[in-house]
């Protein structure tokens, strides 16, 4: 499996889709760090999710999906860019035990998904999802139909291995669908994939397997990968955000500031001159450690 997505559409309709598989940028964000296997595989879905989600807005920028709970797990988050670059981590009670075929809600309990559209010039935008069905692929349809009113069936899965995504989209209506019965038919092929064929099936396979009875045209695909947007400058800005005074009651304790990104483990330290250059000229970069 190659960690690739890839769009496609059905000829003379208003249906759009795309399909992800992930395997070596999954392996990535769980070897950093050590995740019950229920939390490793919800993190795979997730990844897969924004992956999708990445692809069907076209924004230049960043997208997170971030679920928020009150029980066992606290937060899983995920983030994708249009470079294919996605990282993820989960916050979670390390005294518990959980289910390994637990679902999402069972998971996280009472909570809410953020979906964060953070563009490289613009506004930002957040978008709040209720948990009120089991799994992720239940939310984000609801967050569809009531945000961007537009169709959207997903399928999701996870193994721990390997991830894996399919999403249909019903755009709106127009003079080029001929095919008006199109969104029903297809949405109820797709509906006979298994999770095992979406895992361990190529994309093609997939895409055979449900739609060669269709006008599919298929576009080519898009390399994915981990990558971690951490930077010795976004971590200054943070320290920046923290003030003067906090920021020199820890020098006075620690006599640096150490900090490492919860992503990527990467480690970062900021001696007292560094971080008085930052109090003093945050627009500066920081300091170049030799």
Partial sequence: MSDQIQRFLFDDTNVRGEIVQLQAA?????A???????????????????????ETVKLDGTVSLEVRGRQGVEVLMVESNPGGELRGIARF??????????????????????????PKEGQRYQGIVALEHADLAGCLEAYFSQSEQLATRLWLSADGERS???????????????????WDRVVHLASTITADELLGLGRQEV??????????????????????TCSRERVANALYTLGADELREILEQERAVETQCH????????????????????QAPPPIVH
């Fill in 164 to 182: 894996a995504g399919l999403l249909l989209q019903q755009l709106p209506d127009d003079h080029s669908n001929k095919d008006p019965d199109a």
């Fill in 32 to 54: 950093r760090h050590d995740y019950p296997a229920a939390i490793s595989r919800q993190l795979g879905e997730l990844l897969s999710a924004v992956a999708l989600l990445t």
């Fill in 263 to 282: 992503f990527c483990h990467t480690r970062y330290h900021f001696s007292a001159a560094d971080v008085e250059a930052i109090i003093e000229s945050p």
């Fill in 207 to 228: 895409l055979y397997r449900l739609f060669h009875e269709e006008t599919t045209r298929v576009f080519t695909p898009k390399a994915l990968a981990f990558g971690c």
């Fill in 93 to 118: 009670d390390e005294t518990r035990e959980f289910d390994t075929d637990a679902s999402l809600r069972e998971l996280v309990g009472e909570g809410q998904i953020v979906i964060t559209l953070d």
């Fill in 26 to 30: 999954y392996a990535e964000v769980l």
